[in-house]
């Protein structure tokens, strides 16, 4: 019997996105498989209405060889995305011709609508026999419902931050390393101009490998972490110091846009999400702020944010992308579901889908990172993941 797979990415876009699905795509044809294409992530499962023809020719698309020929060539996904979590829908997000209906159920404890029931419902309804997501921790966990459910499922790993429990290495993670290399590359001609103190605010919630690499490779004077509390007093008088060794007297600083001064907090603001993140964003120009402060310097300010994660991915993340999409058929075709795709130890493997919730990859700040300097500093490369991860 001919498989009918389904497809669909969720979360913040990335490098490399276009690539695995193109490889999804063209491996599940080459064995005779349909594919369908499920347009912006979980929200088009949610929005899906059976009664509804329009929604169909929305959020669902058959694709064919025809339809991924050519999107390798660019960045983002062709299938667009969202951060919708059908298991934990606000009652003012809710379809219209969901509310009031015999779908879903209220969480516990919360004001948020349960509509995992209906999702599997137009699982069935579409005939999908399994499904690929690809996604961060946050869209996978809701893959992990789904297959605690009893239905099949094959993920695929992304996300710049390279935070997914269970993979060395996320599609997207070396594209937004090497962006902002550049881009740190290329500010130093401003800062440098101008003697300044440059800050360089990164993408990172709860992991700081973006900015632990990118000031490794950009070679900048001072890395803060999200897993560092830092002092800003010291954080300063390293800054300064560093500016007047400096031939050309500036000094340049990388900062995850999760790290926290020491007594202090995450700077988030907005509403929660539906996986309960608040936007992230605006530690460095306070970072900034209180340079000038301390030391009557001024300073220059960079918030990468989406530059980070635009344009075509790097010849890595297509390499990375392509063997995921490649091996989530071979998976599929052998009916082994229930798994992640990964790299460990720089070899591909597969680990179970629930590894994705089991926890937290972080930096080991230890072995990578000298607390005291705010530096990064790699204590023995023998034996050392390529990507320090």
């Not at 005779?32 to 023809?53: C, D, F, K, S, T």
């Not at 869209?139 to 789904?146: D, E, G, K, Q």
């Not at 490779?217 to 400096?246: C, G, T, W």
């Not at 995921?324 to 990964?342: C, D, H, P, S, Y």
Request: charged share 25%; aromatic share 8%; hydrophobic share 35%.
């Amino acid at each position: 019997m001919t498989k009918t797979l389904g497809i669909l990415t969720g979360g913040g876009d990335v490098p490399g996105l276009n690539p695995c699905i193109k490889a999804v795509v063209m491996n599940a044809l080459e064995q005779g498989y349909r594919v369908i294409g499920i347009r912006r992530g979980w929200a088009g499962l949610l929005h899906y209405n059976q009664n509804e023809p329009s929604t169909r020719e929305y959020y669902v698309r058959e694709l064919h060889e025809e339809d991924v020929r050519t999107i390798d060539r660019t960045g983002g996904t062709v299938l667009h995305t969202s951060r919708t979590n059908p298991q934990r829908v606000s009652p003012k997000d809710a379809p219209d011709f969901l509310k009031n209906s015999s779908y879903g159920k209220k969480v516990a404890g919360e004001e948020k609508i349960d509509y995992t029931d209906y999702v599997l419902e137009v699982l069935e309804n579409l005939g999908i026999d399994v499904l690929v997501p690809i996604g961060g921790d946050d869209t996978l966990s809701f893959a992990v419902r789904l297959h605690k459910e009893g239905f099949p499922i094959v993920a695929c790993p992304k996300t710049m931050d390279n935070d997914i429990f269970g993979t060395d290495y996320c599609i997207g993670f070396s594209t937004a390393v090497t962006r902002s290399v550049e881009f740190i590359t290329n500010m130093r001609t401003s800062v440098g101009s101008h003697e300044r103190i440059g800050v360089v605010e990164l993408f990172g919630r709860n992991s700081g490998e973006t900015s632990l690499i990118t000031a490794y490779l950009a070679y900048v004077d001072r890395a803060i972490i999200s897993e560092v509390p830092f002092n800003m007093q010291k954080l300063a008088d390293f800054l300064m110091a560093d500016k007047r060794r400096n031939p050309s007297n500036y000094a340049i600083m990388t900062i995850s846009e999760g790290a926290v001064m020491e007594g202090g907090e995450v700077v988030e603001s907005g509403e929660a999400d539906p996986f309960g993140h608040r936007k992230l964003g605006g530690i460095g120009q306070i970072v900034c702020e209180e340079i000038k402060r301390l030391t009557g310097q001024h300073t220059m300010y960079q918030q990468l944010a989406y530059l980070m994660r635009s344009g075509a991915p790097d010849s890595l993340d297509r390499m990375v992308a392509m063997s995921f999409g490649t091996m989530a058929v071979q998976l599929i075709r052998r009916n082994e579901t229930g798994k992640m795709v990964a790299l460990h130890g720089g070899k591909y493997t597969t680990v179970p889908i629930e590894m994705v919730l089991a926890g937290r990859k972080r930096v080991d700040v230890p072995a990578y990172y000298d607390i005291e300097n705010y530096k990064p500093k790699i204590r023995d490369f023998m034996g050392v993941p390529m990507f320090l991860s």
